[in-house]
């Protein structure tokens, strides 16, 4: 594998965990403000982001590249509302998707086609997070002036479960 998508591939599992360390952070906000359903849905986010990083990892690992693991910067800790949250979700899925955008440029012109193929799961994977996040924004706009609908809104996202992706990759 070239090593410029090498490096890229490994900024890519630092941005995985970034988000993974930003869910978290969002999470114990949630936690703190007692709205546990809001915090689930935050807890199982992380989850699915740090699956994602380690399915670069084993990708990097099964071309016969090393891995280099980076600092990670420090999230926020603090937001002004649920609302002000989840516009930094959306926001945030918005930049992971320009991110994986980049990355397949970069296959693509190097001619990496196992590269490239390998990183379609996550073009579609950003279509969802990014579908996911945006509908739970909407909600919690509609429901920011009625502690009522928040308070439903907490319970529905209580439900939220974390089904992990397969990991290891076989092409």
Request: proline share 3%; glycine share 4%; charged share 20%.
């Amino acid at each position: 594998m070239d090593e410029k998508m090498i490096n890229a591939l490994n900024s890519q599992v630092n941005a995985e965990l970034y988000s993974s360390y930003l869910y978290l952070s969002m999470e114990s906000y949630f936690e703190s403000e007692d709205m546990g359903g809001f915090g689930n849905w935050m807890r199982v986010q992380a989850q699915e982001e740090l699956a994602h990083a380690m399915k670069i990892y084993d990708f990097i690992i099964q071309r016969g590249a090393k891995v280099t693991l980076t600092r990670i910067d420090s999230p926020p800790t603090e937001w002004k509302s649920p609302v002000n949250v989840f516009e930094h979700v959306y926001s945030h899925e918005q930049k992971v998707t320009e991110l994986i955008n980049q990355l397949v440029n970069l296959a693509i012109s190097l001619g990496d086609h196992a590269t490239n193929n390998f990183l379609q799961w996550f073009v579609s994977e950003q279509v969802e997070e990014e579908e996911s996040s945006g509908t739970v924004l909407k909600k919690v706009k509609m429901a920011n002036e009625s502690l009522n609908a928040l308070l439903m809104l907490d319970n529905e996202l209580s439900q939220r479960v974390y089904n992990p992706p397969t990991t290891k990759t076989n092409i």
